[in-house]
């Protein structure tokens, strides 16, 4: 985790809420200092991998731990260590209205209940590539910037 919510340092980030330099804290490390064996770290925005990564760790007897690694994107944009390179849009003949991406929950997929399709808010896509990945008719495909 390298923010929260509110865009807070955690105690990940390597500094407190002051901005004083503090020791980083390893969550890998940790958890294996309390035994924790099996720990494994998986992107979310791969949600193959994501998915690939929890269902091993459910195999597994006893406590384990699967870190998601990725900087909070709002924070990175803002502190420019990420800048979308590119965007993504719907393909409205290729859209059959099913609203999986608009139930995954992401600020920039809007939905036309009157044509009963999906499509992306350029101003709010942070080019994660998420919803194309849910997509089951691949009607979202990417835009280069
Ligand atoms: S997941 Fe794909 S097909 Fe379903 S509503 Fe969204 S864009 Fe349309
Ligand atoms: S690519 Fe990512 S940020 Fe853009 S609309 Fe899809 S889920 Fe949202």
């Known amino acids: 985790m390298r923010a929260l919510t509110g865009h807070q340092p955690s105690p990940t980030t390597g500094e407190d809420a002051r901005g004083s330099k503090i020791i980083k804290l390893d969550i890998e490390r940790v958890a294996k200092a309390l035994g924790v064996e099996h ?3 998986a992107d979310p925005w791969n949600l193959k991998e994501m998915q690939n990564t929890i269902e091993e760790a459910m195999g597994v007897e006893g406590p384990k731990l699967v870190i998601a690694e990725r900087v909070c994107t709002l924070q990175a944009i803002r502190l420019k260590q990420y800048k979308p390179k590119v965007m993504y849009r719907v393909i409205e003949e290729k859209c059959i209205g099913c609203k999986l991406c608009i139930e995954f929950g992401c600020p920039a997929n809007v939905f036309y209940a009157e044509r009963n399709k999906a499509a992306v ?8 590539g998420m ?13 280069v910037q």
């Open 39 to 41: 720990v494994r770290k």
């Open 121 to 128: 808010d350029p101003s709010l896509c942070v080019g994660c």
């Open 131 to 143: 919803c194309a990945q849910l997509c089951p008719t691949k009607a979202i495909v990417e835009v």
